[in-house]
């Protein structure tokens, strides 16, 4: 089956039966700490577009799609797929990006994630969570070339409720590390750069941001997050700071989250002739992420 | 963009289309039901609404430590025979999506004769309209602690829901206490 109608069908689904929220998400990218109480189900697909590179034609798009399920009333774990396909035309990066043309859509990753709630927001007035997850993923989100990577991040969370609890104040510091190895790729030119060698990467992230309740059920949210990589080779890889609005429909039995994130300033790798003041290698210019969720 | 990404105008339309088959609101009792519930030997309801001042949103704040919201507050005060019973106070606070509205019954010297919940729209916590939850704030005072998992039990699932409902009794019988004691 298409991998894009699979979704688009599962979408529709899950939002046409007006079921479902709980871990809902008030932003695209900084989480909340709250969890799911005891018994409860939440069912969640979130779209990230990645769109581009300030040269040529790039664009890719991920699929998440998440069954999280409340374990006990402090803890909760989900089993997520991703989807991935990306389009490349006029940019070739030596070492990133190989080969022009559309890759995907397809299968890309399986993940586990856990949350662990210490403090909760509305009883402790300060909330504190530890998220983790474990992602194996076989497609290179850039390039769209086989890729195998096994990645394990935590992540500490904390949340702030002001105007008894209509503005929410979230801040997440997280740290990723992940095995890489590459396919290699036939007939590509002798003195293109394609290392096949398992590589490690470590990932930090610091993410901060707010919502604010404006009328019942509607939420309008602003985020900012800077994140840097390491690896092997290279050393300090990239950095990016990504920040915009989110707008946010949370009700009784579903909620959708649409946000736009712009790279605000980067650094790192760059390619020949590429705009400076941003890293356009493995980031893009611009992410549009949309999620819908459903609570049982 | 290539036909995948095309199918994004497709998906990102979807949110609007489930927001159109899925908005609705539950409302549980009305405030005559509510005023029956908490004064059944009442014969009249004198409309006592109030118009809270600055000084007086300051003083609640101050005494209750839960800052007063709203201008107007909806109280009547409950009669039977012209002998005073009590006052029926209608409040609303925040609940995770929308307000949470419930009413407050309370005798002449503040004590909580009960407490109804007159409107509740979210995911979780329905227990949160249970005699069980409820019945925990009667015979409380402006005195009592008010404090989740201490004297006033946790719904998981509607922690904001619980603190803000239980903050909000303690607010009313401030507002009891500082306005509404002298009759």
């Known amino acids: 089956m298409n991998l894009t109608r699979f979704f688009a069908a599962a979408l529709a689904g899950t939002a046409l039966t007006a079921g479902v929220q709980a871990d809902e998400n008030l932003l695209g990218s900084v989480k909340g700490a709250e969890v799911l109480p005891k018994g409860a189900y939440d069912l969640y697909t979130a779209i990230k577009w990645r769109a581009g590179k300030g040269t040529g034609d790039y664009d890719a798009i991920d699929i998440k799609t998440e069954l999280e399920y409340g374990f006990s009333d402090r803890f909760q774990g989900g089993v997520a797929l991703f989807g991935r396909s990306v389009s490349n035309e006029g940019l070739i990066v030596d070492g990133y990006l190989p080969l022009e043309g559309n890759f995907g859509p397809k299968l890309a990753a399986i993940e586990l994630t856990g949350k662990y709630n210490f403090l909760s927001p509305a009883k402790d007035d300060f909330g ?169 | 963009m290539n036909q995948f990404n095309r199918n994004f105008v497709f998906l990102a339309a979807l949110p609007t289309l489930a927001i159109s088959q899925s908005v609705y609101a539950k409302d549980y009792l009305s405030v005559a039901d509510a005023r029956k519930i908490l004064f059944p030997a009442a014969q009249t309801f004198l409309d006592h609404k109030l118009t809270i001042t600055k000084d007086q949103k300051k003083a609640i704040k101050d005494l209750s430590g839960v800052r007063q919201r709203w201008d107007d507050q909806l109280v009547w005060r409950a009669e039977a025979d012209g002998r005073f019973l009590g006052w029926l106070v209608v409040d609303e606070v925040v609940g995770k999506h929308e307000f949470i509205t419930y009413a407050v019954g309370i005798t002449p010297d503040g004590r909580v004769i009960g407490v109804e919940i007159l409107s509740y729209r979210e995911t979780h916590g329905y227990q949160i309209m249970e005699a069980d939850w409820r019945n925990q704030f009667k015979g409380k005072t402006i005195d009592g602690a008010f404090k989740l998992d201490e004297d006033i039990s946790n719904i998981s699932g509607a922690t904001l829901s619980c603190r803000n409902v239980t903050d909000g009794v303690k607010r009313v019988l401030a507002l009891h206490q500082l306005v509404l004691m002298d009759g």
């Open chain 1, 128 to 296: 504190l969570s530890m998220y983790s997850s474990l992602n194996y993923d076989w497609m290179d989100a850039h390039s769209g070339q086989d890729k195998d990577t096994l990645s394990l991040e935590f992540e500490l969370i904390g949340q702030k409720y002001f105007l008894e609890g209509q503005m929410i104040w979230m801040g997440n510091i997280s740290v990723e590390g992940t095995y890489a190895d590459r396919a290699p790729i036939d007939n590509l030119p002798d003195d293109f750069d394609w290392p096949t060698d398992p590589e490690m990467e470590l990932e930090v992230t610091l993410g901060t941001g707010l919502s604010y309740r404006f009328a019942p059920n509607w939420y309008l949210g602003a985020e900012i997050e800077y994140q840097t990589e390491f690896e092997t080779e290279v050393g300090q890889e990239r950095w990016s700071v990504f920040g915009g609005p989110s707008i946010h429909y949370g009700g009784a039995k579903w909620w959708a989250t649409a946000t736009w994130l712009p790279q605000l300033s980067g650094g790192g790798e760059t390619y020949d002739g590429q705009p400076d003041g941003l890293h356009l290698i493995e980031k893009t210019k611009n992410e549009f992420i949309l999620k819908v969720g459903l609570n049982f």
